[in-house]
């Protein structure tokens, strides 16, 4: 993803002959509890005469220690660049918004005026917007340029506050951040409100947050004011039909907009031929556009294609490509720089509808699956509560994702995935079935534990309610052993047919998650952590290296 120079940035706000300086103490791993702790970053900030940045990224500040930084901030009006990000690293979150607060405080009494704040990889949460409120608001911030906020752990009421706080006085960003904050629709909406206001966005980042076309559509209006928006990244979230749709009514205003990534948005063939017709209509000029895996058909992909301009970056992997004719064609047009599988020379992994008729016909019920209603459904805590839920509109995106398990699927599903998943399966009556069931749906869901902050959410849901299910049935306890052993490869399975669709590394590393959690039957526990042990030396290596970077999966711990 293009960003903005941070020296050409510095450069335009500082004299043409002015060299760069500032501290730097990134990825040092520094404890910072008090003042002491702090004083080897104090006596380099005192020493530098012109601080335009200050990098702590990598360490862990406690509130004493940012008190005691935030002191010697107070003598450099120049500052001009923040990198703040994964600061925080095993902090109570009331640590957090007293330090950033502190920081804040330091900068606004010197009089500081930042082009780029970055607090990512901070997981402060609601709470700590609060703390970061004044900042935003103060005239330190007049002059911001980039915010970063990437994986803060923001959600709805984080979304609201920053919105909030950065409506309060006009801003003129040119580069916003903030993926894999579940900030959803609401979240999402609040902050499009503040980017129409704004006009000045030229970079755009908002992947991973659950947002579906009503907070994809009010982005859209967003966007139409933003006729300077050059990058644009909205990957893993559900954009669909009438997101896309949204999308390409904006786009006649982006006759500026370079890059666009929608990967994993579950935009479907109806979603792609809509924003083609965009992109050819209004000649957008387009150097990268990514749409792998949405589940797009083949005639909608070679809309894309003929859409797409010679020589551009066209990411098709996981769509519908055709055979080799059809490939051949893409290749012509597109050059070398086309990507249609996620494997070198393979299209062993795309996606294959059965018609592309059928499969704009399913669009708009998997768009909306999750009701709003649905989407707010909380199932995380350790017991499990019985729930009822009206699941007549996903049971064909459960079997969809069950049969194929994607990101885009599973997000197809909703926040509330595990309890539609979990009232699913309940009709199930044969015991043997329904355990078989239930490990198979949560192996799907955790197969994707790695790479998708989404998934992970959601396993930690689903094993719970499969553990209650199963724990109902009468002598379960052996069979649910020997059913989650073949699902991890631990011992054969005698069913030929039956092969795992998911990602073992996945599988492990959520098990290591959940393996000590007090609803997990010890009896299971420790069959489990006896045949990993026994097969561990002769695992394939990636498996072995994830379960060796946990501390709960194998007997020596």
């Known amino acids: 993803m293009a960003s ?85 690293t095993g902090r109570m979150k009331t640590e957090i918004p007293p330090a950033l607060s502190a920081l804040g405080d330091g900068m606004i009494a010197a009089g500081a005026r930042l082009s780029l704040l970055d607090l ?57 951040i903030a993926g894999r904050n579940r900030l959803e629709n609401d979240g999402a909406t609040a902050l499009a409100k503040v980017f129409q206001e704004m006009g000045t966005l030229e970079e755009l980042s908002m992947p991973q947050n659950g947002i579906y076309h ?14 300077g928006l050059r990058s644009l990244n909205l990957n893993d979230n559900t954009i669909g039909a009438k997101g896309a749709a949204a999308v390409a009514d904006a786009l006649p205003r982006l006759k500026n907009l370079k890059s666009i990534n929608f990967g994993d948005c579950l935009l479907k063939s109806k979603g792609a031929k809509a924003l083609a017709k965009a992109f050819k209509d209004n000649a957008v000029c387009l150097e990268s556009l990514d749409l792998s895996h949405n ?45 249609l599988s996620d494997g070198e020379g393979s299209d062993g992994d795309e996606y294959v509808t059965d018609s592309e008729e059928e499969d704009e016909e399913s669009e708009e019920e998997s768009e909306d699956s999750a009701t709003e209603d649905a989407q707010h459904i909380d199932t995380s805590a350790d017991f499990v509560q019985d729930l009822t839920l009206d699941t007549s509109n996903a049971e064909r995106s459960v079997e969809l994702f ?40 949560t192996f799907c869901v955790s197969g994707l534990y790695d790479d998708d902050n989404t998934a992970a959410e959601i396993t930690h849901k689903l094993y719970p309610l499969m553990l209650s299910r199963v724990g109902q049935q009468h ?77 709960t999966l194998h007997r020596n711990t």
């Open 4 to 88: 903005f120079d941070l020296n050409s940035i510095n450069t335009a706000l500082s004299d043409t002959n002015r060299t760069v300086s500032g501290v730097d103490f990134s990825g040092k791993s520094l404890k910072l509890d008090t003042d002491k702790d702090a004083q080897p970053i104090i006596e380099a900030i005192n020493a530098c005469p012109d601080l335009q940045y200050l990098t702590l990224t990598g360490n862990t500040l406690g509130v004493a220690a940012a008190q005691a930084i935030a002191k010697a901030l107070e003598h450099h009006p120049e500052l001009k660049v923040a990198r703040f990000s994964d600061m925080f």
């Open 120 to 176: 990512s990889d901070n997981a402060f949460g609601p709470i700590g917007v609060e703390g970061l409120a004044k900042l935003l608001q103060s005239d330190v911030c007049s002059q911001l340029q980039e915010l970063r906020l990437n994986n803060n752990g923001l959600g709805i009421s984080g979304g609201r506050l920053l919105a909030q706080a950065l409506a309060s006085s006009p801003r003129q960003l040119k580069v916003f």
């Open 214 to 227: 009503k907070g994809i559509s009010a982005l859209s209006d967003a966007f139409k004011q933003n006729p």
């Open 295 to 339: 589940e797009i058909g083949r005639d909608a992909v070679m809309e894309l294609v003929a859409a797409a301009r010679a020589g551009a970056r066209l990411v098709l992997a996981g769509n519908s490509l055709g055979g080799t004719a059809n490939k051949q064609i893409m290749r012509e047009k597109l050059g070398e720089s086309a990507v």
């Open 402 to 441: 069950l049969q194929q398990p994607t990101r885009a699927r599973l997000r197809a599903l909703g926040p509330a995935a595990a309890a539609v998943i979990d009232a699913h399966l309940q009709s199930i009556k044969d015991p043997t079935d329904l355990i078989q069931a239930y490990v198979d749906a």
């Open 475 to 551: 002598a379960a306890g052996w069979l649910l052993a020997d059913t989650m052993l073949r699902g991890l490869g631990l011992i054969k399975s005698e069913n030929k047919e039956h092969r795992p669709r998911w990602a073992a590394t996945g599988c492990y590393r959520a098990l290591a998650a959940v393996i000590e959690r007090r609803y997990f039957p010890p009896a299971l526990r420790d069959t489990l952590r006896f045949f990993i042990s026994a097969k561990l030396a002769t695992m394939p290596e990636d498996i072995k290296l994830a379960i060796l970077s946990q501390n």
